[in-house]
C-alpha cells in the first residue's frame, strides 16, 4: 500500500515532465513511476503523479480538462509555437479590440492542427522527430473544446489569456490560431497550468486518498465474503455489485469488513480489482 500514491506536483520551467520526477522516483525506488497530462519544458503548473497500482488509473486522470495561463507573443511564429524555437513568419501586431473581437470565436468544439513538434504519432512516426529531421509532416486535425477564454491583459504586443480546454488541446495551437485570426502571428511565450479535472494548485500536499475521493470517478461498493473470494480470480457477476453507491462511476473504493480492501475497476458490466491494498 505505500507503494500506492497520487500526488500534485508545481513542475517548474526548464525541466522536462519525465524529468520532473526524478524526486518521486528516488523515493520509490523499485515501484512504477509515473505522471498524467505532460507539460513543455518550457511550462511550469501543475502535474498529477502516480506511484505502484496507482499508474494504472492514469487513463482516467488524463481524461480530465485542464485550465491554463498563458501568454501569447504576436509579432513572429516560431516553428515549435514557443520560445525555444526558430522564427518562421513574422506579421503587424493586432490591436487589443480585434483580439476582444476575435477571441469568442474560439468557444465550444472545434478542430484543432497540433504543432509539428509534438509526441504525436504520424504514419507511425514521433511527429517531432521528423520535424527535427526536415522532413514535412501533415499533422491531422483533432476534435477539441475550449469552455473558457478571457483576455487578461494585453500591452501590445503580449496577451495574458486563462482559458479551460479540453483533453487533446494543444494551447500552442490555440496562440497561434489566435493570431493568425486576428490577422497577426504569434506563439506562446509563457505557460502555467492552474487546474487539472477537479484539482488545483492549491491541492498540492493533498493526501492520495482526499484526492481521490474528490475526483468524480469513484464509488463505493461493500463486499461480502463471497464477492471477496470471487474478485481475487478476476471478476464478479454484475449482480454482484448492486450494492453500488454511484454504478455510473468507472472505478470503486472496495471496502470489506469495513476497511479499504482495493481498488476496483467496473468495466462491460464487471468488477475487477486493480490494487489490493490489504
Known sequence: MADFSVRLMDKEEGVTSFGSLSAVKRECRGSKVGHAGTLDKFASGLMIVLTGGATK????????????????RFGEETDTLDPEGSVIRTAPLPSEETLRIVLPSFLGRQKQIPPIYSALHVGGKRAYREARKGNEIEMPERDVEITSLELLSFDGREAVIRTSVSKGT??????????????????????????????????????????????????????????RKRIENGTIVPGAILSDSAPERPYAFLRFSDELYGIGEKRDGRLRIIERLS
Not at 61 to 68: A, T, V, W
Open 57 to 72: 488509473l492514469n487513463p482516467a486522470f488524463s481524461s480530465f480538462d485542464k485550465e491554463y495561463l498563458a501568454s501569447i
Open 170 to 227: 494543444y494551447i500552442r495551437s490555440l496562440a497561434r490560431d489566435i493570431a493568425s485570426a486576428a490577422g497577426s502571428a504569434g506563439h506562446l511565450s509563457h505557460l502555467r497550468r492552474l487546474r487539472i479535472g477537479p484539482w488545483r494548485l492549491e491541492d498540492i500536499g493533498r493526501s492520495t486518498w482526499d484526492l481521490l475521493s474528490s475526483a468524480g470517478l469513484f464509488s463505493e461498493i461493500k463486499l461480502s465474503e463471497r464477492e
